[in-house]
């Protein structure tokens, strides 16, 4: 877990924040243990689409991995356009 993560936990913890926002694997489990509620990219892009704020979530996915060089699996990206209702 880089410093990013730990600080981002560390202040999570003493705000009480009601949600953080983590992707990585090793930051969402110290989360975890500690009680606080995460989400990540993923869910946040559903979550968007649920609330009808974007109609897709493919064309942030692709661009994501595109930009920034988020990774994403081709069996995540390909479970989340499922439950999304996209191809």
Do not use: C, H
Request: aromatic share 6%.
């Amino acid at each position: 877990m880089d410093i990013g993560e730990a600080e981002a936990i560390t202040l999570a913890s003493e705000t009480g924040a009601d949600l953080l926002l983590i992707d990585e694997l090793l930051g969402r489990s110290v989360a975890d243990r500690l009680g606080i509620v995460y989400t990540g990219t993923l869910g946040t892009l559903t979550l968007a689409k649920k609330k009808r704020i974007i109609p897709e979530i493919k064309p942030f996915l692709d661009n994501l991995a595109e930009v920034s060089g988020f990774w994403i699996g081709n069996k995540l990206y390909a479970e989340v356009l499922k439950q999304n209702g996209e191809k």
